[in-house]
């Protein structure tokens, strides 16, 4: 069946490092791919996404390329901010998975001042 | 804020005990999914509704059941709870959710805490 292997957290980092969050997946079709954030307390929210391979998603200084050749869909921040601390899932839709989201296992970021 | 609304926000009941959580979609939106997260199986996918119609099925077990009204909002009844149940429930909608057609984007209410004693 379809899955998410996302890297083992915790992550901690200082404030202005540059992030980096593996996320690999398994699909029996052709999936969608997105990353959701997850702040204390709250429900998840849609960080960025991409439908097909080499599209990057963006949004709010953070990236991710659809790699079809690798099946891989790494998020990247360039100078991450203490506001970024979250939990973060890497998740894949397909056609024929109607449209149920498949989650991996979630990494929990913690930046330091 | 998602446009998604979801109560209650907590939930503390006994075991053997029933609860019903609601779940009212961004406004235009047809689908409704159910996600379970937990500590030991994370998020989980449980089941779609679109238009009133159950759409999917994840795993989700037979003390549960799910409804979606013509108002389009939906509520999850959970009965014969056991300790194993207790986790964060989360609703989402989207505009469309048919397989076959280029997935939509989901949008996540802030969840449900349930706490089985």
């Known amino acids: 069946g379809d899955s998410v292997t996302q890297m083992e957290g915790p992550v901690t980092l200082s404030e202005e490092a540059f992030l980096t969050i593996n996320c690999t997946y398994t699909?029996?079709?052709?999936?969608?791919l997105f990353w959701y954030v997850q702040y204390p307390g709250e429900g998840l929210q849609l960080l960025l996404k991409a439908t097909k391979a080499d599209d990057k998603g963006s949004n709010k200084g953070f990236e991710a390329t659809y790699r079809k050749e690798t099946t891989s869909f790494h998020l990247e921040k360039g100078s991450v901010q203490v506001s970024d601390s979250a939990v973060y899932f890497c998740a894949l839709t397909t056609i024929q998975g109607a449209q149920k989201l498949v989650f991996g296992q979630g990494t929990r970021l913690t930046i330091n001042p | 804020d998602s446009g998604v609304t979801q109560t209650p926000k907590h939930l503390i009941t006994a075991t053997g005990q029933r609860v019903t959580l609601r779940c009212s979609p961004r406004?235009?939106?047809?689908?409704v999914y159910w996600y379970q997260q937990s500590l030991d199986q994370g998020l989980q996918f449980l089941i779609q509704y679109y238009n009133g119609e159950e759409r999917a099925k994840g795993n989700i077990l037979e003390r549960f059941s799910a409804q979606q009204f013509p108002d389009l909002h939906s509520e999850l009844n959970l009965s014969s709870l056991e300790l194993g149940d207790s986790a964060l429930y989360f609703c989402?909608?989207?505009?469309?959710?048919?397989?076959?057609?280029?997935?939509?984007?989901?949008?996540f209410g802030p969840g449900t805490r349930l706490t089985v004693l």
């Open positions: 989402a909608s989207s505009v469309a959710g048919t397989a076959g057609l280029a997935p939509d984007t989901q949008y």
């Open positions: 699909a029996t079709g052709y999936p969608s």
């Open positions: 406004s235009g939106d047809l689908s």
